[in-house]
């Protein structure tokens, strides 16, 4: 299953970037996201590599990642890797800066299922996911935009 959406934001690409990047502003946009936990983490500029477990509350339960950063080139990329016995996601942030105050956040995801259960249940729940990145992705745009 693959999600492609994006949105127009009236703040610099780095203002957005930094939205994307900072686990705080993360706890306020990510849907269900309980807890961010380091296992590794080099010091900028080599944050490709940084792997971590995420615990995020799906339909009630608490699931686990387990989660590697593949792709971080500030202002512009940011990728991870994300892993579940049942699956693999891969989540792309790229931003594009179309003028001074206005960026575009382009969001991608692939999900790579492991079994035929796990395909079955992302096709039946893939209206659930878009609608879940698409609030996901009008936070970050309103966090963005009330950045001083």
Do not use: C
Request: charged share 30%; hydrophobic share 40%.
């Amino acid at each position: 299953m693959n999600i492609e959406l994006s949105a127009q934001i009236a703040a610099p690409a780095s203002r957005v970037f930094s939205v994307l990047d900072d686990d705080a502003s993360v706890q306020r946009w990510m849907v269900g996201l309980e807890e961010t936990v380091y296992l590794s983490r080099p010091e900028p500029p080599e944050v490709v590599g940084t792997r971590f477990r995420q615990r995020v509350r799906e339909f009630g339960r608490a699931v686990e990642y387990l989660g590697k950063v593949i792709r971080y080139e500030p202002p512009r990329y940011l990728a991870i890797r994300l892993e579940h016995p049942r699956a693999t996601v891969e989540v792309q942030y790229e931003l594009e800066q179309t003028d001074d105050h206005l960026s575009r956040l382009v969001y991608r995801t692939q999900m790579i299922e492991s079994d035929p259960t796990a395909a079955r249940l992302a096709s039946l729940m893939a209206w659930y996911t878009k609608k879940v990145a698409n609030t996901q992705l009008q936070s970050i745009k309103k966090i963005a935009e009330k950045s001083d």
